[in-house]
């Protein structure tokens, strides 16, 4: 069914078809008799419990952030049965990101390239809808609640040596509306930015979001995302940061600048220009790189898996490689609403 629908999905730009389809599940989702629908369809047909840095999750397969910036779908998305969603990135102000067309399919290699440049409405919107959000939900008593991630990032205008205010506004503007934060410093889609994955520039933002968290009632889990471009010292730098500042977590990966070993012809990659790749070319060098930090720290660093996850077959890849729970994105586009069910009524 999901392949007659992305046949017609896909004779549209990629950024009309998300809203376009999210529109769509919106319509069916609208009453709670439209979502028990949509659920019994497309949700798994069993809970695989996960526990995560003292949360506890109704399955390891998560949305990574990107998906839904402003957290807008959380309703829609539920009802497909993911165990979370990391919504953003947000920045402080709300910002309209980089000119479009900004996203792009790669069909032969099952991928996808975007250049969003942080799209997203700011903070403050962000969490004002997350409040209503949690109000709605606080009067159902959910077994499962469904988990949110906050991922952060710095506006654009923010010059590199200010990006650390950037992400503590982000961080108590929507501290008490998420589960966990994200740090992004890996997108290649905002100048600069990767510069921030420095050693010591990363230690003066996770130092400072770590005194936020400490002061705060109840201290929330702070990751970092990484790029799957980093070499092995960088990574090895990654890792020591992470055990002295006490890091919570790590994300693995981000999207890749690499187009080595693409199907696609090089002329349709010139013609669409710079962007990170996403979906099946970022599998293997994601996976790897989860073995290598679980293997350096013996499994002392809760990870997350992402990149290339389109069946059980890579999920189940990412998690004996090392993670914990799993992230999809390029995966939900081309495999559709049932990939959550998908994967874990196989795991």
């Known amino acids: 069914m999901y392949s007659l629908l992305r046949r017609l999905y896909f004779l549209f730009p990629a950024e009309r078809a998300h809203y376009m389809a999210m529109s769509h599940l919106h319509l069916l989702t609208a009453t709670q008799a439209g979502k028990k629908l949509v659920s019994a369809i497309t949700a798994p047909s ?20 990107g998906f839904d910036k402003n957290a807008v779908f959380l309703n829609e998305l539920e009802a497909l049965g993911f165990g979370f969603v990391e919504i953003g990135t947000v920045t402080p102000l709300p910002q309209s990101g980089n000119p479009q067309p900004r996203l792009f399919r790669l069909p032969a290699d099952r991928a996808l390239i975007n250049r969003m ?17 949690r109000e709605k939900k606080a009067a159902v008593k959910e077994k499962y609640p469904l988990i949110i ?9 923010t010059p590199n040596e200010d990006a650390w205010k950037d992400y503590a506004t982000c961080f108590n503007k929507l501290h008490h509306y998420v589960d966990y934060f994200v740090v992004n410093v890996s997108s290649p889609n905002t100048p600069g930015l990767r510069a921030l994955q420095d050693k010591e520039s990363l230690r003066k933002i996770i130092w400072n979001l770590a005194m ?19 070499n092995q010292a960088q990574i090895d730098d990654v890792i020591e940061l992470a055990d002295e500042v006490k890091l919570d977590g790590l994300v693995i990966s981000n999207t890749t600048i690499d ?14 220009g710079n962007g990170g790749l996403s979906g099946k070319p970022v599998r ?8 290598y930090v679980h293997k350096q720290t013996q499994g002392c660093i809760p990870i997350i898996g992402s990149g290339g996850i389109f069946s059980a077959v890579d999920a189940r890849e990412k998690l004996a490689a090392g ?25």
């Open 212 to 230: 936020i968290n400490n002061g705060k009632a109840v201290a929330k889990p702070i990751l970092l995302k990484i790029a799957p471009d980093l």
């Open 149 to 157: 991630g906050g991922n952060i990032g710095k506006n654009k205008v």
């Open 117 to 133: 440049g942080f799209n997203n409405d700011g903070a403050d919107a962000i969490a004002e809808r997350l409040r209503q959000w």
């Open 259 to 272: 187009r080595n070993g693409l199907v696609t012809p090089v002329t349709e990659l010139e013609k669409i």
């Open 46 to 65: 069993k809970t695989i419990e996960t526990r995560f840095l003292n949360m506890v999750f109704k399955n390891p397969v998560g949305l990574a952030a």
């Open 284 to 291: 293997a060098r994601s996976t790897a790189i989860i073995e």
């Open 323 to 347: 993670a914990t729970l799993v992230q999809v994105w390029t995966g939900f586009i081309y495999q559709g609403p049932t990939i959550v069910k998908q994967i874990c009524d196989a795991l």
